[in-house]
C-alpha cells in the first residue's frame, strides 16, 4: 500500500511553499526536498536525533544531498543568541554556502533557532521545516515566524524568512511524552475560537479520541490548524492585520513563560491559561461571553489542559507585557474572543490590564 500524502500550500506575492502532510512518510523526505546535491545541516536535539537521526540522514543521503548533523540542548531556555553563535560556527566551519540548506528536526524550540540562523546566515539560506511535536505541526513551524528569546521575553529578537517546504509526519508524535502532546493540543483550540467553530466543536466531542492519539481525529484536526494558519498567513505574512489573530492567548502565555524563566510551563500549558485569560478579559469588558469563557473552560480542561491563572507579582507580570512585541504607543495589543469561531484584537492600557489581572488573579 503507497503512502497516503495530503499536499497543502502557502501562497505569498514573493513564491510560497508546499506543506506536505501524511502518516510515516518520513522515508520520502529526501525526495520531496528536490534536486540533491548540496549541503544539508539537521539541526536537531540529541533525543530527536536519536529517535528519527538515522531515518533523515538515510533518506537526504538516498536523494543525492549531504547531511550533516548540529545538535544543541532541549529547552526552551537554549533558544538564545549563544545557541545561535554556536550553529554559525557549525556553518563556517563546514563552509555552508548560499546554495546550502538548513533542515529543522524538533519541535519549536529547533524550529525558531533553525529559521532565525537561516535568515541571518550570509544574509539568508534556505531551510526546511521537520516538525516532530503538535505546536511545531499546527503552528510554529508554517510561516516564517523565527527567534530567540531574551531574557526580557519571548522571541524579542528574530526575523521573517519563510521555509522552502514544510514536512509534517503526524507519526512522530507517538513518541511524545504525555504532557508535551497534551500540551501542544493548545495551538488546536486556538484555532477553534480564533476561525473555525466547526474545529472547536469537532475537538468537544472528540476530545477522548484525541486524548489517545487516534489517527483520523488527529489528523483532521493538524490538517485542518495547517489550512487555517496558512490562510492567515497569505492574507498577511508580516503580521500588520489579520495575523494578529494567531497570538490568541499569546500574550499573557508569553509573559506567564517569561516571569516563571520557562521552566514551570510548556509553551501550550501557558498559552492555554493565556487563552483563559483572554477570554476572562474579553467578557470583563463586555466584548466577549460567558458561554466562551465557559466551553473553552471545559474544553481545555477536558484535554488536561491547566485553566487557573498562577499565583505571580503583578508587577513582573505588567512589565513584560509593556515589553511584548505586540505593545503598540504604550498600549498592550491583545486578543480577545468575541465568540467561538470569530475574536478581535484590541489595545488596552494599563490601568485596565492591572485591574482584570488582579481579579483573574484572585479568583
Request: hydrophobic share 40%; net charge positive; charged share 25%.
Amino acid at each position: 500500500m503507497g503512502l497516503k500524502i495530503t499536499n497543502l500550500s502557502l501562497n505569498l506575492d514573493e513564491g510560497g511553499y508546499k506543506i506536505i502532510v501524511g502518516y510515516g512518510i518520513g522515508s520520502v523526505l529526501g525526495q520531496s526536498m528536490g534536486k540533491g546535491g548540496n549541503k544539508v545541516a539537521v539541526i536537531t536535539h540529541p533525543r530527536i536525533g536519536r529517535l528519527y537521526g538515522n531515518e533523515v540522514m538515510e533518506s537526504l543521503s538516498k536523494a543525492g544531498f549531504a547531511p550533516i548533523v548540529f545538535q544543541f540542548p532541549e529547552g526552551e531556555q537554549n533558544k538564545t543568541l549563544a545557541h545561535a553563535g554556536k550553529i554559525y560556527d557549525f556553518l563556517i566551519q563546514n563552509r555552508f554556502e548560499r546554495s546550502s540548506t538548513l533542515l529543522a528536526l524538533g519541535g519549536g524550540v529547533v524550529g525558531d533557532m533553525t529559521g532565525f540562523v537561516a535568515a541571518t546566515f550570509l544574509r539568508g539560506i534556505s531551510y526546511v521545516q521537520c516538525p516532530t511535536t503538535v505546536v511545531a505541526q499546527v503552528d510554529a513551524a508554517i510561516g516564517g515566524k523565527t527567534g530567540v528569546d531574551h531574557p526580557k521575553g519571548k522571541n524579542l529578537i528574530g526575523a521573517f524568512h519563510q521555509p522552502s517546504l514544510v514536512f509534517v509526519d503526524p507519526s512522530k508524535l507517538a513518541t511524545l511524552p504525555e504532557r508535551e502532546y497534551v500540551a501542544g493540543l493548545a495551538e488546536i483550540v486556538k484555532y477553534g475560537v480564533i476561525y473555525d467553530a466547526a474545529l472547536f466543536a469537532f475537538m468537544e466531542a472528540r476530545a477522548e479520541a484525541i486524548l489517545k492519539r487516534d489517527k483520523e481525529s488527529l489528523l483532521h484536526c493538524i490538517k485542518r490548524s495547517i489550512e487555517i494558519k496558512a490562510e492567515v498567513v497569505e492574507k498577511d505574512e508580516k503580521e500588520s492585520g489579520l495575523r494578529k489573530i494567531l497570538n490568541y492567548g499569546h500574550t499573557f502565555g508569553h509573559a506567564i513563560e517569561t516571569v516563571t524563566h520557562y521552566k514551570k510551563y510548556k509553551h501550550g500549558e501557558a498559552v492555554s491559561i493565556g487563552m483563559m485569560a483572554a477570554a476572562e478579559m474579553a467578557y470583563r469588558l463586555g466584548t466577549g461571553s460567558l458561554e466562551v469563557v465557559n466551553r473553552q473552560r471545559a474544553l481545555l480542561q477536558g484535554l488536561g489542559l491547566p485553566t487557573r491563572f498562577p499565583k505571580l507579582a503583578l508587577a513582573d507580570l505588567l512589565r513584560v507585557l509593556e515589553s511584548d512585541k505586540k505593545v503598540v504607543g504604550g498600549k498592550v495589543y491583545f486578543v480577545l474572543p468575541e465568540k467561538i469561531g470569530s475574536v478581535s484584537v484590541q489595545k488596552i492600557e494599563r490601568g485596565p490590564i492591572r485591574k482584570i489581572l488582579r481579579d483573574i488573579c484572585l479568583n
